[in-house]
């Protein structure tokens, strides 16, 4: 269990990182809070020849508000962002989530911007994310782009990311009145990762109508999704436990879930359907207490 | 209630403080000046033969000071003499996906990796058996040669007359079971320290072992070395749960490379590499048949049992034949009959795991017995009551039972957990279910067939009145040095400070058969009553004589010997010890445990496995909530009761009682491993989930006292016997909550929604439980 030798960076700035990540290429890996790729690197599925440690780098690790917009780096720990006093009340849904990857250790060392560029079938944030509208901001030498979440996640393990670029923050809405979020997950027994992972933000109008409703689903396919028959079948609606039941059934619609050794896919896309209905639900319950 | 002041209290585990602390060694925490490490090629096929391997270039390389291959070390060794199948290094065939082809032994660890990669091998890869069913099938390419049809072994018992027993019952009910393979997943992977000393012509192996005797007897043939020309030492051990009770490979392949550089060696597997050593719990077919009289009296059981054994015979015939004899022999049936097969597949070897056999079937047999309750309508607690056997008595396959806890169990489990008022009355989707075990303490035939005692120790005072108490036993974690240390406490009545326990030393300890089916406590305790007895004899005869007194009017207790004819004499043990000293200069005992020809068993072929001196029994209330959307089940609560004879140290059992739950838990709802053509696709523990205290539904232990006649102080087995209980005991809970029987392992959330939407078809009503 250990990992080919490589060569490491530590650079102290973000210019000096995109100057070795320009200079290395595609030889070269980034290393965020290193629970994905050090395992990788141990099992030899990944022999980068050189790493590049971004936790050196002031000014990547923050959670700021600004004009009714969330802004987090990507160093930013799932721990951080899991005891985020101004995420609980502007976003809950990040920090209920972030709550339920791995355990205290890996919430303690693994980074948003590690999970996102992992891209992860069965990572938690992207649903979160997805539901959340939020997009990724990815800077090179050459300046920034952003991509919003949907287009963010390409495949399994594959991200818009290009060579020479790192994700340096993502960003999205703060909650706005008479909104309720929800993550709710199946978890894989031993690993703890989504088996079906639902992350569910709604809002609600002033007559108890779904004016925005978005769910955003990890685990169950190859890459995490906007479950958009649910919301079709939400929106504008008055939201109650058998419109969210009917709706939830078109969890997987469009999409062909993954089957392995923990869920068939037939059991897939059964728990979808009943994680969605569970998020929607509580998310429900939350946006009404809210008066 | 006898008067003990040291047996019966929750006395902390002696060699807690080291391993809490990490002071401790383990075998990886070992080096020597000069060790090399070494690591092993294993084969990338289930099953070819070896047509040429060539060493020249790893050999070559800097720093690698030994390569071996199987021609280097032909001999053959095996934990059964039966069984003799395996070498250090594959000879001429591999036979599963992870076989050992070479070793190699380097300066540093990258080194014999690159090592391995520079070693070439020429396969010719032969057809594969994976199906326990199709491998019996096979009719040329046997995996052994000597194994026609890839059968290793069967057996064919017929107690009383089963097909007039089922021929008089009311009630027949069959059903085929299936369970998963499982294994140990012991926190401390299989480590080696070899050192061959070429100056000395001796070889000292420190290796994480249950059983260091037989490594040490196995050393002796693999190596052609003298026995007394090697020492097998155990240091701490991070759990074995029989994964160690055999000879491991890493330990024959540090030994071989370590005698071939003659340099220290190490060999530490990877957590892979333990998941294919294996030797844990077998896929099992079961068809078992159950007859009962109306009244729930049964008449007759009948089980037929494919058992997927993996490539080598391990301890693979006793699993099978443990299935067949405990099978029906915690009850009163008269008629048994058992067929089994032990089969061989291209897989790791499979072996001895905590129930060691009994698991599976009793899934089996306590399910279907739960079925036959509920449709005879009788408790399913009250069934087991009925057919209660009448102790002391001899079972229709001739084992001998001396005490019998187990309606006791079923008793206070009823009692404790609220059976009455749960079963059948809980809301949808809440049950209750109740299930029993029990297991042998300590096998009364040795596996070597040897007529030595099966444990021995030593006792001598030094002059400092300590005692040294050297014994083979093995801990690993079960409480074998804490018992062992308070049975002869308690018999020479000083405090258990006194005694200082040199332990699993060839060189310098008596020998003990190891840990494993459950033997230590009674075997070794009752060595260690023997041992502590004879020298208080010693002791007491000095004072006596000092006091002019006989030495049957004294005691020793609280550290001091006094003499019970009034006279109010009282001595230190320390004084004691003097005076010991100045009559018979030194002051030593010796005590030894073999198992009495009565209980022995029967003379028919594969008698020898099943017969014990004493068993224990175990009774279990799980109560599970399933999650009728996921299928889901969650353990609320396991009511337990066991039998242990007499709790020598209650907080230790206890111990030993929850571990075992937690263990047939994780075969219950989650453990599998999941094989692929040979390849085993969950392993490392971020994929194998085996159950941790974080899941742990509250188990409450209740120890059942039945003071066995022969058993140490009256103990019997603690670490084993209420693994099995645990898993039928949540299946029928699974059937009072929701009313679908799942009938393999891991009962799985999918296998349980898949039962209820299938009830759910219309066509598919009738005895459908109780909704
Ligand atoms: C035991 C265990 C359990 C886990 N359970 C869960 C779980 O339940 N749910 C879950 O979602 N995750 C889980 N994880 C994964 C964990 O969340 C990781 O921390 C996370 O996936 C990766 O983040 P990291 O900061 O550790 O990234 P690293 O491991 O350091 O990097 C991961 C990848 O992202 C790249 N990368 C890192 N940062 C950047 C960046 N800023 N820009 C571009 N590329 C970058 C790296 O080059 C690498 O390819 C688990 C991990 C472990 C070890």
Request: hydrophobic residues 40%; glycine residues 10%; neutral net charge.
């Amino acid at each position: 269990m250990i990992p080919a030798s490589f060569e490491y960076f530590a650079p102290r700035s973000l210019e000096e990182a995109l100057q070795l990540l320009a200079h290395h290429g595609t030889e070269a890996k980034l290393l965020a809070g290193g629970h994905s790729l050090l395992p990788m690197m141990k099992l030899r599925l990944a022999t980068p020849r050189t790493l590049i440690d971004l936790g050196r780098i002031r000014g990547l690790s923050y959670i700021r508000e600004d004009g009714g917009r969330i802004s987090i780096g990507a160093m930013t720990t799932h721990a951080e962002v899991e005891s985020s006093e101004l995420l609980r009340r502007r976003a809950p849904l990040l920090p209920e989530t972030a709550a339920e990857i791995g355990d205290v250790q890996v919430r303690n060392r693994g980074t948003l911007g590690g999970s996102l560029a992992h891209a992860d079938p069965a990572a938690d944030y992207p649903a979160a994310l997805l539901a959340l509208d939020a997009e990724c901001v990815l800077t090179s030498q050459k300046g920034t782009r952003t991509v919003v979440a949907k287009d963010f996640f390409v495949d399994m393990l594959t991200t818009a990311l290009q060579a020479g670029e790192i994700l340096t923050e993502v960003r999205f809405a703060a909650d706005s009145p008479r909104t309720g979020s929800a993550y709710r997950k199946l978890h894989h027994p031993a690993s703890g990762f989504a088996i079906v992972g639902v992350a569910a933000r709604l809002t609600l109008d002033a007559t108890g109508k779904g004016s925005a409703v978005s769910v955003g689903i990890t685990g169950v396919a190859p890459k995490p999704y906007r479950a958009t028959g649910v919301e079709r079948g939400l929106l504008g609606q008055t939201l109650d436990a058998k419109r969210i039941a009917e709706a939830s059934a078109q969890a997987t619609r469009g999409v062909e879930p993954l089957s392995d050794l923990q869920a068939s896919a037939r059991y897939r896309a059964a728990m979808a359907a009943v994680f969605t209905r569970r998020a929607l639900a509580a998310a429900l319950g939350r946006a009404q207490k809210q008066g | 209630m006898a008067n003990f002041s040291i047996v019966g209290q929750r006395l902390p585990m002696v060699d807690g403080p080291d391993k809490v602390t990490g002071r401790g060694l383990y075998t990886d925490d070992l080096a020597l000046p000069g060790m090399l490490v070494g690591k092993i090629l294993h084969s990338p096929h289930a099953h070819a033969c070896i047509r040429r391997i060539d060493t020249s270039r790893a050999e070559a390389l800097p720093g690698v000071k030994a390569v071996v291959t199987g021609r280097d070390f032909p001999n053959r060794y095996g934990i059964l003499p039966i069984g003799h199948d395996e070498t250090a290094f594959a000879v001429d065939k591999v036979r599963y996906i992870g076989d050992n082809v070479a070793g190699v032994a380097a300066v540093s660890e990258e080194g014999a990796r690159q090592a391995l990669e520079l070693i070439e091998v020429d396969y010719e890869r032969l057809p594969a058996y994976f199906d326990p069913e199709e491998t019996m099938k096979a009719e040329s390419n046997w995996i052994h040669d000597e194994k026609p049809h890839n059968i290793e072994k069967e057996y064919h018992h017929q107690f009383g007359n089963v097909e007039q027993g089922l021929a008089e019952a009311d009630l027949v009910v069959s059903e085929r079971f299936a369970c998963s393979e499982v294994t140990h997943a012991a926190l401390e992977p299989h480590s080696t320290l070899a050192h061959y000393d070429p100056a000395t012509d001796r070889l000292t192996v420190w290796s994480s072992t249950q059983v260091p005797y037989y490594l040490h007897l196995t050393l002796a043939n693999v190596l052609g070395m003298p026995k007394e020309k090697i020492r097998v030492i155990k240091p701490l051990i991070g759990g074995g749960f029989g994964g160690k009770s055999e000879v491991i490979p890493v330990e024959v392949e540090a030994a071989v490379l370590s005698r071939q550089a003659a340099l220290p060696v190490k060999i530490t597997y990877t957590r892979e590499e333990v998941f294919y050593a294996h030797r844990g719990r077998p896929i099992q077919i079961i068809e078992l048949t159950i007859g009962a009289k109306r009244d729930g009296r049964l008449t007759g059981v009948k089980a037929r049992i494919v058992q997927d054994g993996g490539a080598y015979c391990g301890y693979g015939p006793v699993t099978l034949l443990y299935s067949g004899a405990l099978l029906g022999a915690m009850y009163d049936i008269q008629n048994v009959q058992f067929d089994g097969y032990r089969v061989l597949t291209n897989k790791p070897a499979c072996g001895a795991m905590r129930g060691h056999g009994t698991v599976n079937t009793r899934f089996a047999f306590e399910s279907l017995l739960d079925r036959v309750a509920c449709e005879l309508g009788i408790d399913p607690a009250e069934i087991r009551l009925r057919n209660q056997l009448q102790p002391p008595c001899i079972t229709v396959n001739q084992l001998r039972v001396t005490s019998y806890g187990y309606p006791e169990c079923i008793r206070q489990v009823v009692e404790k957990s609220g059976w009455g008022e749960k079963r059948g009355k809980l809301p949808y989707g809440k049950g209750v279910g109740i299930a029993g075990s029990h297991y042998v303490s300590g096998a009364a035939n040795s596996i070597i067939r040897s007529e030595m005692p099966h444990s021995t120790v030593n006792l001598r005072v030094e002059d400092d009145a300590t005692v040294t108490l050297l014994t083979g036993a093995s801990e690993i974690g079960q409480g074998s040095d804490t018992i062992q240390l308070q049975l002869v406490a308690e018999e020479l009545g000083v405090r258990p400070d006194r005694i200082k326990l040199v332990a699993a030393d060839t060189e310098r300890t008596p020998i003990d058969l190891g840990s494993y089916s459950s033997r230590v406590t009674f075997m070794a305790g009752n060595a260690c009553l023997a041992a502590a007895r004879n020298l208080r004899k010693q002791l007491f005869e000095a004072v006596a004589r000092v006091w002019g007194v006989s030495a049957d009017q004294l005691e020793a207790r609280d550290d001091r010997v006094c003499a019970q004819n009034g006279s109010g004499k009282v001595m230190s043990f320390e004084q004691a010890v003097a005076a010991a000293r100045q009559q018979f200069g030194t002051l030593e005992a010796t005590g030894s445990y073999a198992p009495p020809a009565e209980a022995r068993g029967g003379k028919f072929k594969g008698a020898g496995v099943g017969p014990s001196p004493a068993y224990s029994y175990s009774a279990q209330v799980a109560e599970v909530s399933v999650d009728t959307e996921t299928g889901q089940v969650s353990v609320e609560r396991i009511t337990v009761a066991h039998d242990c004879g007499r709790a020598i140290n209650p907080m230790t059992v206890e111990g030993q009682v929850e571990g075992s739950v937690w263990m047939g838990l994780g075969q219950a709802v989650q453990e599998e491993m999941i094989w692929n053509q040979g390849r085993l696709m969950n392993p490392s523990l971020l994929e194998y989930k085996s159950a941790s205290t974080l899941e742990s539904p509250e188990i409450v232990p209740i120890l059942v006292e039945s003071v066995d006649p022969e058993g140490p102080l009256g103990a019997k087995e603690a670490g084993e016997g209420s693994l099995a209980a645990a898993i039928p005991a949540v299946a029928n809970a699974i059937y009072d909550a929701v009313g679908v029987r799942i009938t393999s392992t891991p009962i799985s959330a999918e296998k349980i929604l898949k039962a209820l939407r299938e009830r759910q078809k219309p066509q598919a009503r009738g005895n459908g439980g109780r909704r």
